[in-house]
């Protein structure tokens, strides 16, 4: 009865992930190996999971950072930029 417990505990996975990304959710399950090979393979199928998202939800380059209106434009008209004079350091 001891022997049929630890050959079912082999059947189980060691490591099992859920990655939850906005409305996807992804389950991963290494099964064979001992534990370091399966936390390797987790390690590799999250990797490709993010990678395919971040690839499937990525904004387009073309689109900037920051959205510059056009009231903040006249705003620094007004204003006179700051120069800073840079010290030149001379040997004596």
Known sequence: MEMQMQ??????PAV??????????????ACKGILSDQLVYIKGESMSVLKEFITKHNVPNDVPDEIVSE??????????PV????????EK
């Open 16 to 29: 099992k992930a859920t990655l939850c990304l906005g409305s996807e959710t992804h389950t991963i399950e």
């Open 7 to 12: 050959d079912e505990s082999f059947l189980n």
């Open 71 to 80: 009231g903040d434009a006249d705003d620094d008209d007004d204003e006179a």
């Open 83 to 90: 120069i800073k004079s840079k010290k030149i350091r001379t």
